[in-house]
């Protein structure tokens, strides 16, 4: 069991408490997520497959200045001060350590390059021999996949590289083949979508497993004797998200379920069951369990609806497009009791920012029961995913690069300018909220 108390990392280990670190410096800080958990970093942790030795981030921020944070909820309030990087000063400084439970000793990674670079998509090889880092400069635009000898430390190579004009993002680390300690996959967008390669430690890059204009969100597991992957992915359309497998020799893809709607898996550890969770805006949840042999389904449940009894809104599906001709996925909700001669007082609901998705085919189909609660109270509610959000691939991600709130307002204008079209609008009465 790992875990820490303040800044400092400690383990329980056959019932012996370590302490691994001991820093007295509050603001060196171990084992917890790094670089504000950017690039996909939720854990500060990251153990062996052998559970011999365990990698860990030593994040100093003792060089970052402190940001005033205001604790209202006490009378008078008081001032907490934080570590906070502000954009283009002094960032913290992180590095990579290993300690091994065997010798009792501590390692860190030898990695070269600026302190205040980011160290991202921590793994392990399956023989805990190695350790792979995503080293990615601090412009965010240069990664370097490096390896490292888990017992000294030291660097063995550079596995590939990717650059961007504007900024590279990973979001995983390897997910290496079943008994294998040399193949594993990696997730890029270096084609302009999240898709899924195929590397060798000695040859480099064996094949792109999976292309087209879409993306893969996420890596469901394997069926090593049919050498199956199975991922979900947004190829049917944005607002969706399907399970599929792809064989990895011959690359034939398989779409795994029938119904439309957001659906995610769970994959058991030989790859023969998976489960199907999913919802639509007319199906609250659906779980069944799929024989990827035979691909004859069980349902296991289908749920009530739960807002049965209330009353709903009237919920429109809008498809606007953005000044290059990008489509736009919006909802139009009415309020119940709805009117077309009387003209409503409208919110627009917004957030265009990476890493969020408002406008989807799920349950229930306004996207939030705030929208319906409002819709209740009088209001029109109109929300749309503009440029910058997520699941739409690098370019539209990008949209806002180095110029945010020019192209999202832009974007949103044009609901604006839908939403006075309608002769039921207020366009007198109109409000944003918007949320991060």
């Known amino acids: ?25 509050e603001h060196i800080v171990n084992g917890q997520a790094a670089h504000r958990s950017e690039f996909g970093i939720v854990d ?79 793994s392990w090889s399956p023989d805990s021999k190695y350790v792979f880092v995503g080293v990615l400069n601090r412009g965010q635009n240069h990664l370097k996949l490096n390896q490292y000898e888990a017992e000294t430390g ?28 040399t193949d594993f996959i990696w997730q890029s967008q270096r084609t302009g979508y999240n898709h899924l390669f ?11 497993l999976t292309k087209g204009d879409w993306l893969v ?38 779409k795994m379920d029938s119904e439309k709607g957001v659906h995610a898996g769970v994959l058991s550890g030989d790859g023969n069951q998976l489960l199907d969770v999913f919802t639509n805006s007319e199906t609250a949840r659906k779980v069944e369990i799929i ?34 001709g990008t489509p736009l996925y919006g909802k139009l909700i009415l309020p119940t009791n709805f009117d077309a001669t009387k003209k409503y007082p409208v919110i627009v609901y917004l957030y265009n920012g990476p890493h969020l998705q408002l406008v989807t085919n799920s349950f229930p189909a306004s996207g939030n029961l705030w929208y319906e609660y409002m819709a209740q109270r009088g209001y029109i509610i109109f929300t749309m995913d503009g440029r910058g959000s997520s699941n739409r691939g690098l370019k539209f991600e990008q949209a806002v690069f180095r110029n945010l709130g020019v192209n999202e307002m832009k974007d949103q204008m044009k609901g604006v300018e839908f939403l006075k079209s309608l002769p039921y609008v207020d366009s007198k009465n109109m409000g944003d909220q918007g949320w991060s």
């Open 44 to 122: 500060g942790t990251f153990p062996s497959a052998d559970n011999n030795s365990v990698a860990f981030y030593r994040m100093d921020e003792t060089m970052v200045s402190d940001y005033p944070i205001i604790d209202w909820s006490v009378t008078p309030a008081k001032n907490h001060n934080i570590k906070y990087p502000m954009a283009g000063a002094k960032s913290h400084e992180v590095t990579l350590w290993i300690y091994n439970f065997k010798t009792k000793s501590t390692q860190f990674l030898k990695i070269e390059g600026d302190p205040e670079q980011y160290l991202t998509a921590i």
């Open 291 to 324: 024989n990827t042999n035979t691909l004859k389904r069980n349902n296991l449940l289908t749920a009530d609806n739960p807002l049965a009894k209330y009353e709903r809104p009237e919920i429109q599906n809008i498809t606007l497009k953005a000044d290059d």
């Open 154 to 181: 030291q660097f063995v190579k550079t596995l590939f590289e990717e650059k961007d004009a504007k900024y590279v993002e990973p979001q995983n680390p390897l997910l290496f083949f079943p008994n294998s300690n």
């Open 217 to 254: 969100t996420e890596i469901l597991g394997f069926n090593e004797k049919k050498k199956d992957i199975y991922f979900t992915a947004t190829k049917e359309t944005p607002l969706e998200k399907h399970l599929y497998r792809i064989n990895w020799n011959n690359f034939k893809m398989e």
């Open 198 to 208: 195929h590397y060798n430690l000695d040859k480099g890059l064996v094949s792109q």
């Open 1 to 25: 069991i790992l875990y820490t108390i303040k800044n400092n990392l400690y383990a329980l280990r056959n019932g012996q408490k370590i302490a691994i670190t001991n820093d007295e410096n």
